[in-house]
């Protein structure tokens, strides 16, 4: 199991910041249970700010059954109403009151053929629990749907409560951490706690100490190592589900994940039929991407990552001979400068912590000073391969 799901919250009061908004939910659930019909929740924020985790926790402390409607894989009218339209009118088969999450639901588009105009419906019949997650909740498309729910806004969880968290967790799992491990590991993850729940983990891998030596790990060059195990679900498991959540849960650019897919695909898929099937599969993935920055309809990139996970499915005969993963010939030229990128961020966020400064601030008042005086690199307390890049740049 992964931490981040191992430690998970399982109560509202587990959850990491945003007291008011906890508190709002708690309240909203309590009154459900005491037989009080509420508005339906939308509930907006960051990436990993704990929307879905704020439901999930919800269902399990006021023991409500839940009804999960992913709307990236459910986004017709006629599966939405099928599926929660049934189940908001009726109690689980144990009597218990059913909680209906329908996440992501900004992610539908209007050519979801009626799936915006189902949740609106059953969002007026309002006859259960039901939330919903968006991490833009004000899209002109969603007007109808945030006419109809209690808006709950989550801001990005701090620093500081992300350090405590992963301090907690290596604690837990008797793991020596250094203080300035966490500290970079939080600050990286830019409140995203998911993110950095997965950073620590992949840093203390098979290890009892982990120090500032291993960061490295999480630089740009090294993300292989983590779309490998991606690439080993989705090429080899045939299971859609599975590679689904694998893409879903990288994090990675689609782009990117698309490139590595296009590279390896022959090296598991050798069968003739199994690599066409691959192929079309990854070329209509293609298409949506194109539409998304042609059309800047971002609602595509889940129909994108739909199509590269069913490649999973395309695999029906045992390849005849092992060829490892390959980094993509398309974007070995592009690495080295996504890794300059990664550090010049770096950068100019230690310089923005030493004065106050946010990291685009820092950039504008200190870059010519770094060149002009190369001894503040130490007062910044950069490392050498920051120092080396600082040089580097005419």
């Not at 893409?247 to 897919?261: Q, T, V």
Request: with cysteine; hydrophobic share 40%.
């Amino acid at each position: 199991m992964l931490w981040a799901d191992k430690y998970a919250p399982s109560r509202l009061d587990e959850v990491l910041g945003n007291p008011s908004a906890v508190k709002q939910v708690k309240e909203w659930a309590e009154a459900w249970k005491r037989g009080e019909r509420q508005p339906p929740l939308l509930i907006t924020g960051p990436t990993g700010s704990g929307k879905t985790s704020i439901a999930l926790a919800c269902a399990k402390e006021y023991g409500f059954q839940l009804l999960e409607m992913n709307t990236g894989e459910q986004r017709t009218g006629k599966t939405v109403e099928r599926t929660a339209g049934q189940a908001s009118m009726t109690l689980s088969l144990f009597g218990k009151m059913r909680l209906i999450l329908f996440d992501e639901v900004d992610l539908m588009t209007s050519g979801d053929r009626g799936g915006l105009s189902a949740v609106a419906k059953i969002l007026k019949q309002n006859t259960s629990p039901i939330i919903l997650t968006a991490e833009n909740a004000f899209d002109p498309r969603l007007r109808e749907i945030r006419r109809l729910c209690k808006v709950i806004k989550l801001r990005r969880v701090s620093t500081r409560t992300i350090e405590k968290l992963l301090k907690d967790i290596a604690e837990a799992e008797d793991i020596s951490v250094e203080d300035e491990v966490i500290r970079r590991i939080a600050e990286y993850s830019e409140g995203d706690v998911r993110s950095a729940i997965n950073d620590l983990e992949m840093l203390a891998r098979g290890k009892k100490r982990v120090t500032v030596e291993d960061l490295s790990v999480l630089s740009y060059r090294d993300r292989e190592k983590g779309i490998f195990d991606v690439l080993k679900i989705v090429l080899e498991s045939r299971s859609f589900s599975m590679a689904r959540k694998a893409l879903m849960e990288s994090g990675e650019d689609p782009g990117f994940l698309l490139a590595w897919l296009e590279e390896n695909l022959p090296r598991t898929h050798q069968h003739p039929e199994d690599l066409a099937g691959g192929f079309e599969r990854l070329s209509r993935a293609d298409v949506y991407l194109g539409r998304v920055m042609k059309r800047q309809d971002y609602g595509n990139i889940r129909y994108a990552l739909d199509e590269m996970a069913l490649v999973s499915e395309e695999k029906k005969h045992h390849r005849k001979k092992f060829m490892p993963f390959d980094f993509p010939q398309s974007l070995r030229i592009r690495s080295g400068i996504k890794r300059e990128g990664y550090l010049l961020r770096s950068i100019f966020r230690k310089v923005g912590r030493k004065c106050h400064l946010s990291s685009k601030k820092a950039a504008e008042s200190y870059f010519v000073l770094l060149k002009l005086f190369p001894g503040l690199a130490d007062y910044f307390e950069l490392d050498e391969d920051e120092k080396r890049l600082l040089e580097s740049i005419k």
